[in-house]
Each structure stands twice: as C-alpha cells, then as structure tokens.
C-alpha cells in the first residue's frame, strides 16, 4: 500500500511543467523541433545556428547565412575572420574506428586511389558521438573521391585535393559534414529527375555551416588551417550551386528581394579573408604544392594589365576616369575571358572573376544598377556551359538578368546592344 501511494506522489512530482508553445515561430525551428523566441525579423536560434531566419515563405528552410553570431567582421567586409595567429599546435580533435578491421590497414590505405574498402563499419569519435556516420555516409565518401571530387575544377586541383580532402575530413567533423553536401547535391543533379533538397542533405549542410562557424570562433591552430580553407573552398561551391528557382522569373532580379539575395558573392568575400588568415602556401601545409605550381590562389590577386572591349563597353562605363570606376577592377578581370572559351583546364581563370567584384559593386549589384547587372550577366554567360556547380545558377540568373534589363531599360540603346550577348549564351536567343 505504502509503495503505491509512494509510487503516486512520485508520478506527480515528475509531471512536467506546462510551457508557452511557439505557434507562430520560424519554419527553421519547427523543422529542428527546437523553441523559436518568435523574434522578428531574425530569432535568436537561427542567428546561432548561421541560416537565415525564414518567418515567409520567400526564404528557404535552413538556408546558409554569413551573418552568424559566430562571424567576426574585417576591415574588408569578410564573415570569416580571426584576429589570431596560427600557432605550432599540432594533434588531431577526432580519431577513426573501424570495425572489425585493424588499425594498420587504414594507415596503409592511400586514399587518392580508388581502392576503397568495402566491407568495414565506420563510425567517428567526436564530441558528437551522434554523428550518423554509416554504410550510406561510406559510400558517399566513396562517390565524392571517385566522381565528385574530380567534377569541381581543373584535374591538376583535383588531384592534389583528393589525395588530402578524405584525411582532413576524417579530422574534422565540419568538413565531413560538408563532403557530404557536396556529394548529396551532384547526385541530385546527375538524377534523371531533379529535386529540391533533401532532408539529409538539409541535416549535413546545416550541421556543417553551425560547426564551421564555432570553428571560425575559437582561435585556430596550424593544424587547422588546411582543413578551414578547403571547407571554405567546399562551402563556396556548395552555395553557389543551390539555387532552388526554376526558371528566370523566378530567379534575382526579377523576383522580390529578400536577404539570401547574391549570399554566394558574400561567402566568397569571407573565402578571401580565410586565405590571407590560414595562408594555404606557406611551407608545411599540404596545399603548398597547390598554390605553388597553379596560377590558382584561390582567387588571382593580379589583374591583366590591358583592357580590350567593343566601344560601346567604354561609352556605357566611362572606362576614361578608371581611378574611381566601381566597375573598372571587375572589367579588367573580364575583358580577357571574353576572347575564352570556359573548360575544365582553364576554369579557375573564370571564377576567379569573383575576386574581382570589390565592395562598391556588390552595393551596386544590390540595389539592381542596369550597368552592374550587365557586368554580372556577361560573365554569367561565360559559364552557362562550365562545371555542374556553377552552370544551373549562371543561366537562370544570366537569364533574368537578361529579361530585367529588356523590360526596364529598354530606352538605354548601350544597354539594349550589349545585352544581346548573354542574352544568345544563356538560351533566350538563338543565333
């Protein structure tokens, strides 16, 4: 009788505490089945989380944000950035377990060939031991060495990063998360069917973007330099290439603004200030061999010295009084591709161009200038037919670019002449 009515009160005193239920909070947090603050326009879970905060329905769920409470601001404007300096601190934060397979045969493994183990369960120890690493997680790893690794840029690249990119995500948990993006993006491309995201690609890219950015806040050491730029590499890749529109009208700048607006332009300015802060060419990193024998340092910081464009390029923007140009640095970088053909060799010569769209364009470009839209458009039709990452964005927006300015300069002959270039690269015309 006694252990009944103890077992009563006992019930009772653990009843849960009733609690105000969110009923009109993000749909970020409904999907994380986390508490919104229900703070408008921006709750403090998504501010943590690095997403943008999507109250409408004009932001999609779980969309990366550069404006986490874990960014740090730079004299350039960067979202990634550090006032510390890389120390000599070495020690890996994760280790491999394999079951059922000595540990002696994974250090024999060379993971820039395509032998692959086959038959092991893998599974990470991290400080989130709930990391789902499984024979799915395996066999993605698996897809990304063989197929998209070597899908993303110049083969020489390639080859370097494949024989470091499996190691250092090992290591590091954010940039296994992001590997994962990556892979999980290229399938639905290569699908006959494409799709928008997925849960589990939503799940990794979010869980990447939250780790990265806690790395980003912490004072880094030299063993983290290689893997904070090359996830900064991969991040970049990633945010270009989700775009959700399915057609011009659809696509900026023909639809209503919102905030996600251009966000790739922002991460490669924070890609920029990683590289002047981890320094992938200094002696001793596994990318110096990169960055010494390519032309590529993530992004060129030479410019060509000559400019040769049609007339009608310097009437439309004055190239005469350059001094002060907001778009001279980016026509300098552009005048060159225009006499190119984009291919696999070459490709980092034309993404380098986003080095080259300096502060005073990107506010141009915000506030939907026609001559910055043009600019844009033009190298947009450049890569209509480059890497799977980059194609899809280049002709939807190229595309729009291309309506907008028809509909609302039409009065502007410089510009109605020009723009008949992108116009014909990215499909609306046919030669």
């Given at each position: 009788m006694y252990a009944d009515s103890h077992a009563v009160e006992e019930k009772k005193a653990r009843k849960r505490r009733t609690h105000r239920k969110s009923r009109q909070g993000c749909r970020n947090c409904k999907l994380r089945r986390v508490k919104c603050d229900e703070h408008i326009p921006i709750c403090k879970n998504c501010t943590s989380f690095g997403v943008f905060c999507n109250y409408g329905s004009e932001i999609p769920d779980l969309q990366i944000s550069t404006n986490g409470a874990s960014s740090i601001k730079t004299s350039r404007g960067g979202f990634f950035a550090t006032d510390e300096v890389c120390s000599e601190v070495s020690g890996p934060p994760i280790r491999l377990i394999a079951s059922g397979v000595p540990q002696s045969s994974l250090k024999e493994f060379h993971v820039g060939t395509s032998q692959l183990p086959t038959n092991i369960a893998l599974s990470i120890v991290?400080?989130?031991?709930?990391?789902?690493?499984?024979?799915?997680?395996?066999?993605?790893?698996?897809?990304?060495?063989?197929?998209?690794?070597?899908?993303?840029?110049?083969?020489?690249?390639?080859?370097?990063?494949?024989?470091?990119?499996?190691?250092?995500?090992?290591?590091?948990?954010?940039?296994?998360?992001?590997?994962?993006?990556?892979?999980?993006?290229?399938?639905?491309?290569?699908?006959?069917?494409?799709?928008?995201?997925?849960?589990?690609?939503?799940?990794?890219?979010?869980?990447?973007?939250?780790?990265?950015?806690?790395?980003?806040?912490?004072?880094?050491?030299?063993?983290?330099?290689?893997?904070?730029?090359?996830?900064?590499?991969l991040l970049g890749i990633i945010a270009f290439s989700l775009i959700e529109e399915s057609g011009p009208e659809e696509a900026w700048p023909l639809k209503t603004s919102s905030a996600s607006d251009l966000e790739w332009v922002r991460i490669g300015e924070g890609k920029n200030a990683i590289l002047d802060i981890v320094n992938p060419s200094r002696p001793g990193s596994v990318l110096h061999s990169l960055m010494k024998d390519c032309d590529f340092t993530g992004y060129p910081r030479t410019i060509p010295g000559e400019i040769y464009l049609p007339p009608t390029f310097d009437k439309l923007y004055d190239l005469e009084g350059s001094e002060n140009n907001p778009y001279y640095t980016s026509l300098r970088s552009l005048a060159p591709l225009l006499h190119m053909e984009c291919v696999q060799s070459n490709f980092h010569r034309f993404y380098s161009f986003i080095a080259h769209v300096n502060t005073d364009l990107k506010e141009l470009l915000h506030w939907k200038d026609p001559r910055a839209m043009l600019l844009l458009a033009y190298w947009y039709a450049l890569m209509c037919n480059s890497q799977w990452w980059v194609s899809r964005r280049a002709r939807i927006e190229c595309q729009s670019i291309s309506l907008y300015l028809v509909r609302y300069c039409a009065k502007d002959a410089a510009i109605q002449e020009l723009v008949e270039f992108p116009k014909m690269r990215c499909g609306l015309v046919f030669d």
């Amino acid at each position: 009788m006694y252990a009944d009515s103890h077992a009563v009160e006992e019930k009772k005193a653990r009843k849960r505490r009733t609690h105000r239920k969110s009923r009109q909070g993000c749909r970020n947090c409904k999907l994380r089945r986390v508490k919104c603050d229900e703070h408008i326009p921006i709750c403090k879970n998504c501010t943590s989380f690095g997403v943008f905060c999507n109250y409408g329905s004009e932001i999609p769920d779980l969309q990366i944000s550069t404006n986490g409470a874990s960014s740090i601001k730079t004299s350039r404007g960067g979202f990634f950035a550090t006032d510390e300096v890389c120390s000599e601190v070495s020690g890996p934060p994760i280790r491999l377990i394999a079951s059922g397979v000595p540990q002696s045969s994974l250090k024999e493994f060379h993971v820039g060939t395509s032998q692959l183990p086959t038959n092991i369960a893998l599974s990470i120890v991290t400080t989130d031991p709930a990391f789902p690493f499984d024979s799915q997680c395996f066999e993605r790893l698996r897809r990304f060495q063989l197929r998209t690794m070597s899908s993303i840029g110049p083969a020489k690249i390639c080859r370097i990063y494949q024989n470091e990119m499996l190691r250092l995500a090992y290591e590091n948990l954010y940039l296994m998360h992001l590997v994962q993006t990556a892979t999980l993006i290229h399938d639905r491309y290569l699908s006959l069917t494409p799709t928008n995201q997925t849960c589990i690609e939503i799940y990794h890219l979010s869980q990447a973007v939250s780790l990265f950015n806690q790395k980003l806040s912490t004072p880094l050491q030299a063993y983290d330099c290689d893997a904070v730029w090359t996830a900064a590499s991969l991040l970049g890749i990633i945010a270009f290439s989700l775009i959700e529109e399915s057609g011009p009208e659809e696509a900026w700048p023909l639809k209503t603004s919102s905030a996600s607006d251009l966000e790739w332009v922002r991460i490669g300015e924070g890609k920029n200030a990683i590289l002047d802060i981890v320094n992938p060419s200094r002696p001793g990193s596994v990318l110096h061999s990169l960055m010494k024998d390519c032309d590529f340092t993530g992004y060129p910081r030479t410019i060509p010295g000559e400019i040769y464009l049609p007339p009608t390029f310097d009437k439309l923007y004055d190239l005469e009084g350059s001094e002060n140009n907001p778009y001279y640095t980016s026509l300098r970088s552009l005048a060159p591709l225009l006499h190119m053909e984009c291919v696999q060799s070459n490709f980092h010569r034309f993404y380098s161009f986003i080095a080259h769209v300096n502060t005073d364009l990107k506010e141009l470009l915000h506030w939907k200038d026609p001559r910055a839209m043009l600019l844009l458009a033009y190298w947009y039709a450049l890569m209509c037919n480059s890497q799977w990452w980059v194609s899809r964005r280049a002709r939807i927006e190229c595309q729009s670019i291309s309506l907008y300015l028809v509909r609302y300069c039409a009065k502007d002959a410089a510009i109605q002449e020009l723009v008949e270039f992108p116009k014909m690269r990215c499909g609306l015309v046919f030669d």
